[in-house]
């Protein structure tokens, strides 16, 4: 099969980096297990005060 990431086609699947787990299926970057394909993270932001405040920037809604 053909997959999508960042706007260009591959016929690799994206390497899940499992040292960061993602339950957020809508993003881009989702594995469709429970792993985020991103090389690298951004979590913001830098006024959180708990876990609560905090969010993935680099979140990118997967298209259908």
Known sequence: ??????GIF???KPKRNEDISCSCKDCTF???ECWCT???IAVGPTNAKCCADT???TFRK???
Not at 1 to 6: L, V
């Open 10 to 12: 591959n016929e690799e």
């Open 62 to 64: 997967r298209r259908k």
């Open 30 to 32: 989702h594995d469709g």
């Open 55 to 57: 969010v993935c920037a």
């Open 1 to 6: 099969g053909r997959y999508k990431t960042m």
């Open 38 to 40: 991103a090389e690298k």
